[in-house]
């Protein structure tokens, strides 16, 4: 019995001191934990024969034409951004219209599956946004007639097009 007293004495007495040599010590701050998403710098996959669970299985291609061949570039609009789409290429895809005009805007589709808002006085690649209703978009065409000088022509764009209108 005595000894057991003597025992927990003991362990009890380590404990308290070695609480005390952790307390005198200088506590340094919690490391901040590494980004949920990030890679060790020396990481390297070795897949021995099997893919990367984290890289996309299927590569993503440009744009291409019906013959599966990719649509080359506008040779006249090298542009990025609207002013790289030209009238042909760009659908309607909605309007947001409000009591004042200036406040239109046209939601036009682009190749490649990008979408980009227009006002009125916007600039595309060939083209003007001259005006947006609430359900066509009219846009002014600069091109060559048979004089060789550059006559303003309309295009109006549908936003849901009747199925004999031309897209």
Partial sequence: MVKNVFIFILVAF???????????????????????????????YNGRGRRDPF??????????TAAGTPAPPPPNCPMPGLKGVQVAQAAVAGVVT???????????????????FARVGDALCDA?????????????????TGNDQKAPREI???????PGDNK
């Fill in 156 to 162: 109006v764009r549908k936003v849901r097009p009747t």
């Fill in 128 to 144: 003007v946004v001259t005006s947006i209703k609430l359900d066509t978009v009219t846009f002014a065409v600069t091109g060559p």
């Fill in 14 to 44: 380590l404990a308290l001191d070695s609480m005390a040599f952790t307390q005198g010590q200088a506590q340094k701050p919690p490391e901040e934990p590494p980004p949920v998403l990030s890679v060790p710098k020396d990481y390297r």
């Fill in 98 to 116: 409000s009591r004042e005009p200036s406040m239109n805007i046209a939601v036009l589709g682009a190749p490649g599956g990008k979408t980009y």
């Fill in 55 to 64: 890289v996309n299985p299927v590569p993503r291609r440009g744009p291409t």
